[in-house]
């Protein structure tokens, strides 16, 4: 007897469409904020950019759902299509201006920030990077902020384990 994963006898509408693409939507920020992953240094810049294509990723959803032509009116799809946007706006302007306390350190630290790694266990790297910057224009104390990064080494991926900023004395 063959088992059918996806009823066909229910054509697909825009509701469902919606739907799922929020679920897609919820389920990738949720994961971010979660697990927050980061593209190891030299290039950990490129973290943001992942987190935005994740936040997206509801997009080809719904044009893949578009494509199969779901039943239904049209006020919902647009009403919906506009909701979701709306919100991924906000999620990427949150993520832009660093509110979401995982992505904080990625706004200190400068583009050319000196990473140091270390083996700290077989098959694991630890990588820190430390910046030290002022905090004012011209003047006003000064920082200095360490970030500590952990994964396999040549992976492109490593974990957040830790992020310190101490102030310090300009000489």
């Not at 009823?7 to 994961?31: G, N, Q």
């Not at 430390?130 to 104390?141: H, I, L």
């Not at 920082?143 to 080494?153: H, V």
Request: charged fraction near 10%; aromatic fraction near 12%.
């Amino acid at each position: 007897m063959q088992t059918n994963i996806v009823d066909s006898s229910k054509p697909l509408t825009w509701k469902r469409s919606i739907i799922l693409s929020c679920l897609v939507l919820v389920a990738s920020t949720a994961f971010g904020l979660w697990k927050p992953i980061w593209v190891a240094p030299p290039r950990f810049y490129d973290t943001m950019l992942m987190y935005l294509a994740l936040i997206w990723m509801w997009m080809p959803v719904l044009v893949v759902c578009a494509l199969r032509r779901p039943v239904g009116g049209w006020l919902l799809p647009l009403f919906g299509t506009i909701g979701i946007v709306l919100v991924s706006l906000l999620i990427s302007f949150l993520i832009f201006t660093s509110f979401i306390p995982t992505l904080r350190p990625f706004f200190v630290l400068p583009l050319d920030a000196p990473c140091s790694s270390s083996i700290v266990a077989p098959n694991w790297v630890q990588y820190t990077c430390v910046a030290t910057g002022v905090t004012g224009e011209f003047v006003g104390p000064a920082y200095r902020y360490t970030l500590t990064l952990e994964g396999l080494p040549n992976f492109p991926l490593v974990r957040l384990t830790g992020h310190t900023v101490t102030m310090v004395t300009l000489q």
